[in-house]
């Protein structure tokens, strides 16, 4: 197939096409943003345009019109003279509308929408330079939620002079004083945060059984760096859900519970048969801090980008 293109008038073998709008919208992440190019197309011999069978076909294999799904980056004829945003370079295609121009429908016009859920990081704006877009980063919208409760925890001293671990899953001996007159134990009541990140993922990036893995690869770990402003040691990850959301977009739910004894509970020693050694005064001769023993990762690595864990951790772009 022979084909030219010249500031926007673009010839195939069977059809010539003329790009005669185009407009964007460029829309904050977690928005739309969109091109939309309208052409219009005419046969070489002035045949009658059937957009609504053979003609369609014959014009997205001669690229007069590209496919639904096509990247409006990589789809060669959209270009001259129009340049795009570069947060609406990975944009695809969506939909095409077509209209008969000349009565017997030897012309039509052709609009052709494409969109992205894609946003600039405005971090990487006053870099940015004309000539070169690959220098641009564009990010998909992520967030967290947070939910604060409490749990009930058995313990058999107070006031302990060591604190719970977070880089050990058994302490020393804690210290202390005896948790109640009667030598038992008393319950008290140990803040919990349950943290929920929400991350979109377009699947032509990576497939969502490779996120599936990589995700599947923290659960019941706990957290090795500083996460969403928790300590290390203090994060466990407790499962996840991937939601088709439209098109290759899915949204990746990761739940993960922080701790604020880092998911330690006082456990008193205990004798060969089972029961808790004690003292002459009725109290356990000793008692620590102990946890599960759990592997640790970073979870940090779940997100693609710096810039976008500030977002998520403030809610808003950091510029």
Request: charge should be negative; glycine fraction near 6%; include cysteine.
């Amino acid at each position: 197939m022979t084909a030219t293109l010249t500031k926007g008038h673009f010839e195939t073998q069977d059809y010539k096409r003329w790009l005669v709008e185009a407009s964007t919208t460029v829309a904050d992440i977690g928005q739309q943003s969109e091109v939309t190019l309208v052409y219009v197309i005419m046969e070489k011999i002035g045949a009658v345009i059937d957009f609504n069978g053979p003609d369609y076909w014959n014009m997205t294999a001669q690229q007069v019109i590209p496919m639904i799904g096509d990247n409006l980056d990589s789809w060669q004829n959209y270009a001259a003279p129009y340049v795009i945003h570069p947060a609406l370079r990975f944009a695809r295609c969506r939909s095409i509308t077509f209209q008969s121009l000349k009565q017997g429908g030897g012309a039509c016009q052709a609009t052709c929408v494409f969109a992205t859920m894609a946003a600039v990081d405005p971090a990487t704006y006053p870099d940015i330079d004309p000539e070169d877009q690959n220098d641009v980063i564009v990010q998909l919208p992520s967030n967290i939620e947070y939910n604060a409760s409490m749990r009930s925890m058995n313990v058999f001293r107070q006031t302990w002079t060591v604190a719970p671990p977070t880089n050990a899953n058994t302490s020393a001996e804690i210290g202390g004083t005896a948790a109640n007159a009667n030598k038992g134990t008393m319950v008290v009541e140990v803040p919990q945060v349950r943290i929920r990140l929400r991350l979109m993922r377009d699947a032509t990036v990576a497939q969502m059984k490779d996120n599936g893995t990589q995700v599947a690869s923290y659960l019941g770990k706990i957290n090795s760096q500083t996460f969403m402003t928790f300590p290390a040691g203090t994060v466990v990850c407790e499962g996840f859900n991937m939601i088709h959301l439209n098109h290759e977009y899915y949204e990746v739910i990761v739940d993960f519970l922080y701790d604020a004894y880092a998911h330690h509970e006082q456990i008193p020693k205990l004798r060969a048969d089972g029961k808790i050694e004690i003292n002459s005064n009725g109290e356990p001769v000793e008692v620590k801090w102990k946890r599960i023993d759990r592997t640790t990762a970073d979870f940090n690595n779940l997100i693609s980008d710096p810039n976008i864990g500030i977002l998520v951790e403030r809610g808003y772009w950091n510029i």
